[in-house]
């Protein structure tokens, strides 16, 4: 099963709100990533928390990372309608001695004007 | 700077053909992966190079999936033969940093008809 499983999996807000989207994941991880994909598009790295860390900001993104709760969150404040997209979860962590980068299944998040 | 660049992007075929995907990477990245993205089984990773060796393949599907990357600019995945249920949008990633921080093409859509 997937390691990261988002929630919720489709989010529809107004434009200038905030929107938050959660993953949580089952193994010890070395770190989580944030991604965005447009429709018919490839995805685009947004941000990066290490397990170390708590919280981490970029612009308007702010991600936080509980690992005690191996759950992650990701808050884009003043939503506009360019942020409509899917966001995934990634981890990133050490399975069977391999270092792989696992993919949650995503929320659909679209931005009304 | 171009990104990861992928070619073709949409490919129709019957079953039964061979397909080649093709992926150029960023240049300076040493890090190169193949994924598969589907509405079933969301994006999962196929094989992950490093230096233009194969790190990890324990994702490739079947003996009918092979990837090779013989320089550092320049991969292809192929399938052979080609099944209905090999239908799916299949991206190429890079990085200098492995698992982190990967830029994504816009992906090959694949229809096997």
């Known amino acids: 099963s997937q390691q990261g499983e988002e929630d919720p999996q489709a989010l529809s807000i107004q434009e200038g709100e905030n929107a938050t989207m959660n993953c949580s994941y089952k193994?010890?991880?070395?770190?989580l990533q944030w991604y965005r994909q447009n429709s018919g598009r490839g995805l685009v790295h947004l941000i990066l928390?290490?397990?170390?860390?708590r919280e981490k900001h970029s612009g308007r993104l702010r991600v936080t990372l509980d690992t005690s709760k191996k759950s992650s969150s990701l808050l884009i404040t003043a939503s506009r309608a360019a942020d409509t997209a899917s966001y995934f979860c990634?981890?990133?962590?050490?399975?069977?001695?391999?270092?792989?980068?696992?993919f949650g299944q995503g929320t659909r998040l679209t931005i009304n004007p | 700077d171009a990104g990861v660049i992928q070619s073709p992007r949409h490919e129709v075929t019957e079953m039964g053909q061979e397909v080649t995907l093709r992926c150029k990477p960023i240049?300076?990245?040493?890090?190169l992966f193949w994924y598969r993205q589907t509405m079933m089984r969301g994006l999962e990773l196929l094989i992950y190079?490093?230096?233009?060796?194969?790190?990890?393949d324990s994702g490739m599907p079947e003996d009918r999936f092979s990837a090779k990357m013989p320089n550092a600019s320049f991969s292809t995945l192929k399938i052979q033969p080609s099944e209905p249920r090999d239908s799916a949008v299949y991206f190429c990633?890079?990085?200098?940093?492995?698992?982190?921080?990967?830029?994504f093409g816009d992906g090959t859509r694949l229809s096997i008809l």
């Open positions: 193994t010890s991880i070395n770190n």
């Open positions: 190079f490093n230096n233009n060796v194969p790190i990890d």
């Open positions: 928390i290490r397990s170390n860390e």
């Open positions: 990633a890079s990085s200098t940093r492995g698992v982190q921080a990967q830029h």
């Open positions: 240049s300076g990245h040493n890090s």
């Open positions: 990634a981890t990133d962590a050490t399975i069977q001695g391999a270092q792989k980068l696992v």
